[in-house]
């Protein structure tokens, strides 16, 4: 068994993840994962699960926080999954 790296369970299914940094964290579910890993928004403070939006180094959950966040760069910053074409 190995212990969660965020909440201390022991748990006999608990996984490990390797980061691009090279840290090994071990972890009991992917609620621990995502709370201990996954970025924050820098205007709403969500956690960012999928791709989020990233503009010049930082990141945002959404198209319209990135808009709101990053100011100057307007409507040129769009979310590109579901994006109506027209």
Same mark, same amino acid.
């Given at each position: 068994?190995?212990?969660?790296?965020?909440? +201390?369970? #022991?748990?006999?299914?608990?996984?490990?993840?390797?980061?691009?940094?090279?840290e090994? &964290?071990?972890? #009991?579910?992917?609620?621990?994962?995502?709370?201990?890993? *996954?970025?924050?928004?820098?205007?709403? #403070?969500?956690? $960012? $699960?999928g &791709?989020?939006?990233?503009?010049?180094?930082?990141?945002?959950?959404? *198209?319209?926080? *990135?808009?709101?966040?990053?100011? +100057?760069?307007?409507?040129? $910053?769009?979310?590109?999954?579901g994006? &109506?074409?027209?």
């Amino acid at each position: 068994m190995a212990t969660c790296t965020t909440c +201390g369970n #022991d748990y006999w299914l608990s996984f490990e993840v390797k980061t691009v940094t090279g840290e090994t &964290h071990t972890f #009991d579910s992917f609620e621990c994962a995502i709370t201990r890993l *996954a970025p924050l928004c820098e205007r709403c #403070d969500a956690r $960012i $699960i999928g &791709h989020g939006v990233e503009v010049e180094g930082r990141f945002f959950c959404c *198209a319209h926080c *990135a808009r709101e966040g990053a100011k +100057g760069l307007g409507q040129e $910053i769009r979310d590109t999954v579901g994006a &109506h074409p027209g």
